[in-house]
């Protein structure tokens, strides 16, 4: 049975509570422990794949297809352990869940209730392949008081409540203000947001927190005293240079000995962190930098592309450089000429996105990178901007373009090249789609096979001619092109197992023009950076020698 740590937050939001968690994951497995990290989100959306990126960051999608909050895109990158649908779950699920039920006759005459039944269908959340790990996280998100927090917060109580004693901790991440005008840190936020806490019957075994300047001795005692928990339990947490230092800084600290202490685990086994100094190093010892334009729609949010920016790290880290992403709003290009905005950059990369804004901004930054042979990834709907831009200036279809974009079927603006996904196999069934179904999860979603053609680009940078990547979207570039794409100098160097789904695109007369249908970044890890990004860096990197 999985020993639980839950993560809760408390005085304002945005305190890296996912982060500290991700961290805490990896200095747990440091120490020979299996780990599986746990989102618990109290919002009543049924998960946040409907939600713009603006109001919640970048969506993260499991091998199983589930769309889950950014926060397991951290727990993947930091620990390794692929995030499942069963990791993430909203208030809005577990009100469904309860409904459904309901309306099934489960409750068989009885009257629902947030206690019993909502805390219920919690609890059994947090069991769900409890067997399998030593360690259960369970980040709580938003901040203790919040109304919708609530049934999560009395779950967790109760949880701990009926396992034995020392089979779960609290972690409470709370923030130490720094008033300016008296020189001081406050300390007082973080005991009221612990009486709160305790309140509900939760009193934290740890507090993680968050400052700017450093936590004299003095306050720490103070912070000890006043909230109960012992003194080497609370664990300051200074900003950090790269979010990848969280682990040795966070160990440093004494987090992850605290945690061991909670647990009364001893002896405590001793840490290897020769993986989390390694990655340390390469960030910290890259030679030269390169820079890439990142081409979107959604860039004044940097959470929006979360993964993207991490595995553009990642692929620096992998050649030793560093990678200074630029992120320019695609729709200057629909109004500007993009060569001035452009030059300078050594690769170029056009995100994923939904919706017909920026667009033709996006097709003029492939345009560009084509032309004049810049490196180039698209990525999803940059992949499919690439194969419009190229069927509209090369292979004769001027009105190219994404059924995405033509809302009146009977007046068509664009020659599909790009069409709406019907129907498509995963595993061995057939999945089929109608353009009036609802919106929420009913995308291709999740890890599906796709084949590589010996010798491609994409062939040589997997060293591998099957892969696997996860996949949300609901247009393709349609096959039927193929041919007159193909005679452009495109190479079709990745397809489903059935032949009928491009998976990846390549330019073959140029240094490095990648398309994919999937999301790559979603994979990548800061020890283990995905293939692509690194062999886009290398390319990158080459460029900047070049000139
Ligand atoms: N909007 C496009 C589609 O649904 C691309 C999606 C994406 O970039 N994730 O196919």
Redesign the pocket.
């Known amino acids: 049975m999985a020993r639980y740590v839950f993560i809760t937050g408390g005085v304002v939001s945005s305190l890296g509570k996912g982060l500290a968690s991700a961290a805490l994951g990896a200095l747990l497995q440091a120490r020979g422990f299996t780990v599986r990290l746990r989102k618990l989100d109290p919002y009543l959306n049924v998960d946040p794949g409907t939600m713009s990126p603006f109001e919640h960051g970048e969506v993260f999608v499991t091998d199983d297809g589930a769309e889950t909050d950014l926060d397991l895109g951290h727990y993947e990158r930091f620990t390794g352990v692929p995030a499942r649908a069963t990791d993430s779950v909203s208030a809005g699920r577990i009100y469904m869940n309860v409904l459904e039920k309901e309306r099934r006759g489960d409750y068989l005459g009885r009257t629902i209730q947030v206690i019993p039944h909502v805390t219920n269908e919690i609890k059994e959340f947090l069991r769900v392949g409890e067997d399998e790990v030593d360690f259960m996280l369970c980040e709580i998100g938003g901040t203790v008081g919040d109304i919708e927090g609530l049934p999560f917060f009395e779950a967790i109580r109760q949880f701990a409540h009926e396992r034995p004693a020392r089979a779960c901790i609290f972690v409470h991440v709370t923030l130490l203000p720094f008033l300016a005008a008296s020189g001081e840190l406050k300390t007082k936020p973080t005991q009221h947001s612990v009486k709160e806490l305790r309140a509900i019957g939760i009193a934290p075994d740890i507090l993680l927190c968050r400052s700017e300047h450093p936590i004299p001795e003095k306050e720490r005692e103070k912070i000890a005293l006043f909230c109960n928990v012992r003194p080497d339990a609370v664990i300051p947490a200074y900003d950090l240079r790269s979010i990848y230092e969280a682990p040795l800084a966070y160990h440093r600290a004494g987090l992850d000995r605290a945690v061991l202490d909670a647990f009364a685990i001893s002896p405590a086994p001793r840490p290897d962190l020769r993986r989390w100094e390694d990655v340390i190093d390469r960030l910290e010892n890259a030679e030269g930098e390169v820079r890439v334009a990142i081409v979107g729609k959604y860039t004044r949010l940097e959470d929006a592309y979360k993964s993207i920016a991490e595995a553009l790290t990642h692929g620096g880290m992998a050649n030793r450089v560093r990678v200074r992403a630029e992120w320019i709003d695609a729709e200057i290009f629909e109004r500007e000429d993009p060569s001035p905005w452009l030059e300078g950059f050594q690769a170029i990369l056009v995100?994923?996105?939904?919706?017909e804004r920026g667009t033709e901004g996006k097709i003029k930054a492939a345009a560009f990178a084509r032309l004049r042979r810049i490196p180039y990834l698209g990525?999803?709907?940059?992949?499919?901007m690439a194969v419009i831009e190229l069927a509209r200036d090369c292979a004769g279809l001027a009105d190219a373009g994404?059924e995405?974009f033509d809302h009146d079927a009977g007046r068509r603006r664009f020659t599909p090249v790009?069409y709406h996904?019907k129907e498509w196999v995963q595993g061995n069934r057939t999945v089929e789609r109608k353009p009036t179904d609802a919106k929420g999860g009913t995308?291709?979603l999740g890890a599906y096979t796709a084949l590589l053609a010996p010798g491609s680009r994409a062939a040589a940078a997997y060293g591998a001619t099957t892969i696997e990547e996860r996949?949300?979207?609901?247009?393709?570039v349609d096959i039927r092109y193929r041919d007159r794409l193909e005679a452009c100098g495109m190479v079709f160097s990745g397809m489903s197992p059935d032949g009928r789904l491009p998976e990846i695109v390549e330019m073959r007369d140029h240094p490095w023009f990648v398309g994919v249908?999937f999301?790559p970044e979603l994979k990548s890890k800061p020890f283990a950076p995905h293939p692509l990004f690194a062999d886009f860096i290398r390319a990158a990197v080459e460029v900047s020698r070049l000139v």
């Open positions: 995100p994923g996105g939904f919706g990525i999803c709907l940059g992949m499919q994404s995405e790009v996904l995308m291709r996949h949300r979207h609901r247009y393709e249908q999301h």
